[in-house]
């Protein structure tokens, strides 16, 4: 099948052949030619005369590739989901409504670029003639529109700058952060959340009963950012398998996930590199799954020569470099949420009490559609501060969510646009100024020689609270206004030769705006071990970068390991013990002692939240980051009785033996077969978004792709999550000498098609599961020598 639709991709983007050439086709909507040319590894280099060809061809080839997931993103933006899946999912068209952007549109597109309006149109414009085309034969629709029953609709620029996918705030943290303090107090809240480097007032206003925070104040909030999930009843019934059942109650493990999504990012001179050039290198990490979050492409018009990858529902590109310098992400904590809890009037519980008078909220009424049954209306509820979650008749109490990136400017990465300009480090930093959303470490390196680092993201200042618990919404816990990007930490050629980024804090000491800046950071094993391999050397190589970004030695490992020299053991432990002693600490797929070191940490992990969360909390706090396990690990006093070494001796002896007897239970007792890396310990098995309710034929042969092995953890520069089934990590990486465009290597599994009968669907999976790179290619001679697709487009004139 798949070969058969490669031959069909020879058409895939006709609207009319042109009579007199087999290669131009014509296509409503263009002003002149644009030639797109599809490289081997399934990227398509786009070459237009003018601006909006450009992005109208970047549009149409993103749907031609991605059409399902480009239906179910616009579902999801609009709030209709429950049209096609039912009432289950009317929480979630509620949530997105609720937090829809209703700003006005001109000034929100003409934020991301001063053409903003024209570069976005064009590009749902793009969309919607590939929608058009293929609508013209539904069967040439991707295979899910068939099992669904459903067909592709029209986009619109709304659903471009939609917020729904964005990393945006802390707002579930902030929540858990008070229902903790609520059980718990501040200090022992503080105790187990790894808050720095300041120290936070925890403290939860008088006014505020903290009983009522056990109620389910987000749901709404959650069910908007959820992602889609499929069941038996919504697929035809020709394409459903008889073991469906079974598959949708299989037991999960307990997801750590949470703790170790994160990127890596640093930029290199000269002076630490073999060649004398700067170097960029990227690894976003986030969910794997099928399609590749990040969509690769590259763009050339006057004014733009852009190549990298971004999401593939927006225009432009996040990560990549043109012909001045390269750029990469990764996130900076930045808070742009708040909880505010609100008292209601009694007599009219559509009030609220704020600076000691009763406010109207704001109510918007919506019609929403549901498969099956009629519509439904619901009335949307907003207080000054931003969308009611909750509306408390019993107690007279209201919850609302303050969301900055509501503002103008707070869709996802659609800001690059003005980077992918950018000439040199004033340029790309004036161009931050304008990335709301997310918060993020974003690097430059230049062919001039140059480095620069600036965090962005729309900071809100708070004065007199710290943003990690509730507040009341009375009007004296107010944002002092934003802090202005420029202003958040930054960097420019340091002396050192080098900046490296990976979601720890990099906040300097010295930094003044301590009001703006966020509490909780990732544990800082992945930036400690970057940074310890590039101060090691300077003479660094292209080779140098790939093996760093996919680097597995685990500093974790190196604190841990060693204090089971203390603890006596025998028999099948001993024997387990004595293959950690010679370990060099690296989890690599096929490596024994790798599989034992991780199970053992899971397990030291389990039992250590098991020991200091109390009762009363452990169901909102429910496990605590590896840095804090491995500080009362290492600092016995902290949790510890009066004989602390020997009562921390004797968890690491039953967390290791417990460890030992679950390797045991799944993999059996020959200690020889418990390598990392297999399909019952470490690999990646991606499943398609219906992989689990079509029959097995198909979830087999079409969707779902794997197992194979894996290395690496959530803690190792090469992310892998922390999952025995990899479910997040680096799908993409790019790494870019700025002194030869054409040596840019980069990983995007499985693929750049969503379409399972593609070629391009699950091509670069099994080079990507092996730490394997392909070539970049940017100048036009190098990409025309590995085309494998040219189709040249004509305006079509009625």
């Excluded at 598959?247 to 630490?272: F, Y």
């Excluded at 042969?701 to 992310?719: A, Q």
Aim: net charge negative; glycine share 8%.
């Amino acid at each position: 099948m798949k070969k058969i639709f490669f031959l069909g991709l020879l058409v895939l983007f006709s609207c009319k052949k042109n009579k007199t050439s087999e290669n131009a086709l014509e296509l409503a909507g263009l002003k002149e030619p644009v030639e797109i040319v599809r490289d081997q590894w399934g990227i398509n280099h786009i070459y237009a005369n003018n601006q909006h060809d450009l992005f109208f061809a970047q549009g149409y080839a993103a749907a031609a590739d991605r059409l399902f997931q480009f239906e179910i993103w616009r579902r999801q933006a609009t709030g209709t989901v429950a049209e096609i899946l039912g009432e289950r999912e009317l929480k979630r068209d509620i949530g997105t409504r609720l937090f829809q952007f209703r700003g006005d549109m001109e000034t929100e597109m003409n934020h991301y670029h001063e053409d903003g309006v024209e570069i976005i149109t064009a590009y749902t414009d793009g969309v919607n003639a590939y929608i058009d085309k293929v609508l013209q034969n539904p069967d040439s629709l991707p295979i899910e529109f068939k099992i669904l029953d459903i067909l592709p609709q029209k986009w619109t620029p709304e659903v471009v700058i939609s917020r729904h996918q964005g990393l945006l705030g802390n707002i579930n943290d902030e929540l858990q952060i008070g229902r903790a303090v609520a059980k718990m107090g501040p200090q022992m809240t503080k105790k187990l959340f790894w808050l720095h480097p300041k120290d936070p007032d925890l403290t939860i206003d008088k006014k505020i009963n903290k009983e009522l925070l056990s109620q389910d104040i987000l749901e709404l909030y959650n069910a908007y950012r959820k992602s889609v999930k499929f069941a038996p009843e919504d697929i035809q019934p020709e394409y459903r398998g008889q073991e469906v059942a079974n598959l949708l109650i299989e037991n999960q493990e307990k997801n750590r996930d949470s703790l170790s999504i994160g990127s890596n990012n640093w930029v290199v001179n000269g002076s630490r590199t073999k060649d004398g050039n700067t170097f960029m290198a990227n690894d976003p990490h986030r969910t794997i799954a099928v399609p590749s979050l990040r969509y690769m492409a590259h763009l050339v018009a006057p004014g733009w020569n852009v190549i990298g990858g971004g999401e593939p529902e927006i225009p432009g590109i996040s990560i990549g470099h043109n012909e001045y310098g390269a750029w990469g992400l990764t996130v900076f904590e930045t808070d742009g949420e708040d909880l505010y809890v609100y008292e209601l009037n009694p007599e009219n519980q559509n009030q609220y009490k704020y600076q000691g008078a009763w406010v109207d909220m704001k109510t918007i009424q919506e019609t929403i559609k549901i498969k099956g049954q009629k519509d439904t209306i619901v009335n949307l509820h907003y207080t000054q501060h931003g969308p009611v979650t909750l509306i408390d008749t019993e107690n007279n109490v209201a919850y609302a969510v303050r969301c900055a990136w509501l503002e103008p400017g707070g869709s996802p990465y659609l800001a690059s646009l003005r980077m992918d300009q950018a000439k040199n480090w004033e340029e790309f930093r004036e161009a931050c100024n304008y990335s709301h959303i997310p918060g993020e470490n974003m690097v430059w390196a230049d062919k001039e020689g140059n480095i620069g680092w600036q965090a962005v993201g729309i900071a809100p200042i708070r004065r007199n609270f710290s943003g990690l618990v509730p507040v009341p919404g009375d009007g004296t816990y107010e944002w002092d206004g934003y802090l202005p990007i420029i202003e958040k930490p930054n960097d420019h050629n340091p002396d050192k030769g080098f900046i490296a980024t990976a979601n720890q804090n990099v906040t300097p000491p010295d930094y003044e705006h301590w009001d703006a800046i966020g509490f909780s950071w990732s544990d800082p094993y992945r930036g400690n071990r970057i940074e310890e391999v590039l101060s090691s050397k300077s003479d660094f190589t292209m080779e140098d970068f790939k093996a760093l970004q996919t680097d597995y030695v685990s500093l974790p490992a190196k604190e841990l390991v060693p204090l089971l020299n203390k603890i006596t053991l025998d028999g099948t432990y001993q024997e387990a013990k004595t293959k950690l002693e010679d370990w060099n600490f690296t989890l690599n797929p096929n490596s024994i002692p790798a599989a034992i070191y991780v199970t053992w940490e899971d397990s030291l992990a389990e039992m250590m939240e098991d020991l200091v969360i109390p009762k009363e909390a452990k169901h909102i706090v429910t496990s605590l980051q590896l840095k804090t396990i491995i500080d009362f690990v290492s600092h016995p006093k902290i949790v510890f009785g009066s004989d602390t070494e020997g009562n921390r001796n004797e968890l690491l002896k039953k967390s290791f033996q417990q460890a030992i007897d679950n390797l045991e239970n799944r993999l059996g007792p020959d200690m020889e077969k418990w390598q990392y890396g297999q399909a019952k310990n470490k690999h990646v098995y991606i499943e398609h978004a219906l992989g689990k309710v079509v029959n097995k034929a198909m979830r087999d042969t079409l969707f779902n792709l794997g197992p194979l092995p894996r290395g690496g953890s959530g803690t190792t520069p090469g992310s892998t999550g922390g999952n025995l089934n990899q479910s997040s990590g680096a799908s993409f990486r790019m790494i870019v000498n700025t002194g030869d465009w054409d040596t840019a290597q980069a990983t995007n599994g499985p693929g750049q098609s969503g379409n399972p009968e593609s070629p391009f669907y699950s091509n670069l999976f099994e080079p990507w599961a092996k730490d394997q790179y392909f070539p970049v290619y940017y100048t036009k001679q190098k990409v025309d020598s590995i085309a494998v697709e040219r189709k040249r487009f004509l305006p079509f004139d009625n």
